[in-house]
């Protein structure tokens, strides 16, 4: 009994020794993280974005114990975190903000990143809601009269918004198919600057989410109509663009991604700690002031709708091509 003992002991202390020489891979996903991450905001610092991803990032590193610290990297129609998740280590360490754009660009453009194959779907968070904004001494009163002035005026109507063929641009170009009028899209690489061009006179309208909320509790802009399905909680007098008339909405989604190939046990980890982010009060009054609608997906969801998004974004792209072509 005694021998038998000895060589248990013998056995466990040897174990225990090769454990704490060598590590093992589930103790390693457990102590994820161990060092700050980092998380790129691919937009202008001050947007709906910006203030949303850092009321997110805020809530979850507190659910990880580690900071998760923010960085604005504008340009390229909010694409910019997608390319760097392309070349940047899978250890959980640096993700991006990704919008619903990073499924149409490819399909425009040659891109460095393919959204099939160099991301790791990890968390969808919430959709955006927009709005069709005018100063507010603008002549035109609703929807119905700035469509009329841009079928009018072959100048057609300037509109600025946070990127060339993001949500807001696709869908007035949609608009402006259907409805045969003119609009001339100027893109901006952020809310401010788009708010900043409309309320100096350089653009006539901006679409943009709902960082126009407080200049239009302020008095300084109108909202007209909204390109969301339904009518905005935030805007209860703007009509949609269906209810006067035009089969035109948009559906933006945005999520958190990482590079292609993570650990699952890290995916995990970062999925529960940004779905109980979701739930944070002070998160939840962010996503309230701006007008957001939760949308939470997991990963396996996540990957699931990308594959599809991808498709249909390609659709959409076609559409828009062969409608500018027979302009």
């Known amino acids: 009994m005694q021998r038998r003992r000895f060589f248990r002991v013998a056995l466990a ?3 225990l020794a090769l454990t704490a020489s060598l ?9 994820f993280p161990t060092r700050p991450i980092r998380l790129i905001v691919p937009y202008g610092a001050g947007g709906v974005t910006d203030q949303v991803t850092r009321a997110l990032a805020d809530a979850a590193g507190r659910e990880l114990g ?14 910019l975190g997608a390319t760097q998740m392309a070349t940047t280590e899978p250890d959980g360490y640096t993700l991006s903000m990704a919008p619903v ?3 149409r660009l490819p399909h425009v453009q040659k891109m460095r990143y393919d959204p099939l194959k160099d991301l790791t779907y990890i968390s969808m968070i919430a959709d955006y809601n927009f709005a069709v904004a005018v ?3 603008a002549k035109w009163q609703t929807m119905q009269e700035l469509i009329a002035e841009a079928k009018a005026n072959k100048k057609g109507i300037s ?8 949500s807001q641009h696709l869908t007035i170009s949609e608009l402006a198919r259907v409805s045969q009028s003119n609009w001339t899209h100027v893109p901006y690489k952020g809310d401010a600057e788009a708010i900043t061009a409309l309320l100096s006179g350089s653009s006539d309208v901006a679409v943009l989410s709902n960082t126009l909320l407080p200049y239009v509790q302020g008095g300084q802009m109108r909202v007209l109509a909204t390109l969301s399905e339904k009518r905005a909680a935030d805007f209860p007098n703007a009509p949609t663009l269906k209810e006067i008339g035009y089969p035109v909405w948009s559906n933006s989604p945005f999520g958190i991604v990482g590079p292609a190939n993570m650990k699952p046990a890290v995916v995990k980890r970062l999925d529960e700690a ?9 998160f939840l009054n962010v996503t309230r002031q701006y007008g957001m609608v939760s949308n939470y997906m997991n990963p396996e969801q996540y990957t699931a709708y990308a594959q599809k998004a ?11 091509a062969e409608a500018m072509k027979n302009q």
Request: hydrophobic share 35%; net charge positive.
């Open 101 to 103: 754009v990073i499924f």
């Open 23 to 31: 590590g093992t891979p589930a103790l390693a996903a457990d102590e």
């Open 274 to 282: 940004f779905r109980n982010a979701l739930k944070d009060p002070k």
């Open 135 to 137: 100063k507010k001494d």
């Open 310 to 320: 991808f498709k249909s974004e390609g659709e959409i792209i076609a559409r828009l």
């Open 66 to 79: 580690q900071s998760i610290v923010v960085e604005n990297k504008p340009g390229v129609s909010g694409t």
């Open 159 to 166: 509109y600025g918004t946070t990127g060339i063929y993001g």
């Open 13 to 15: 202390t040897t174990g």
